[in-house]
């Protein structure tokens, strides 16, 4: 009640009807440069690493397992786990060096910039997540002014 526009984070199935999908989400593992590991290119190679799990059943898409089935490693395991209840502590200790960390790719990216961690696998946009960013609307036509802003979030969104 009150709101004209509301961005939403979740599947499509859940978006209500009129939403308008922004943009998605793509994963790839990230870690410290200072970890030295070279680019992830078999299953196997899953045995020697620590990763960095974010353990909310809220959120399946953001779990180890669902990456590794999205890569066919299904099954695969790694030397060990930290697991974490908070997305921002995953990334504080990829960047702490204490492990491999599912980056989320919008968010992680200056990081990446910076040098602060690297991709061990390209992000693939194939490989977008279950869940998507929608703009939802609470009227079908809505005042002049919330369709201006509307237009300018769907085009900065590139949704356009």
Request: hydrophobic content about 45%.
């Amino acid at each position: 009640e009150g709101i004209d526009l509301a961005i939403r984070h979740t599947a499509a199935r859940n978006a209500p009807p009129g939403s308008h999908r922004l943009f998605g989400e793509v994963l790839a593992p990230v870690a410290s440069p200072s970890l030295g590991l070279k680019p992830l290119r078999t299953a196997s190679a899953l045995s020697r690493l620590t990763l960095l799990e974010f353990e909310d059943s809220r959120t399946p898409w953001l779990n180890w397992s669902t990456w590794l089935e999205s890569v066919g490693w299904g099954g695969a395991t790694a030397a060990h786990y930290l697991r974490f209840n908070q997305y921002d502590m995953v990334i504080q200790a990829a960047l702490a060096g204490q492990g491999v960390a599912l980056g989320r790719q919008d968010l992680v990216r200056p990081l990446i910039d910076a040098g602060r961690l690297v991709w061990l696998a390209p992000p693939q946009q194939s490989r977008t997540t279950t869940h998507a960013y929608w703009l939802v609307q609470a009227e079908e036509n809505p005042r002049e002014d919330v369709q201006v802003v509307a237009e300018w979030i769907r085009g900065a969104a590139g949704a356009d």
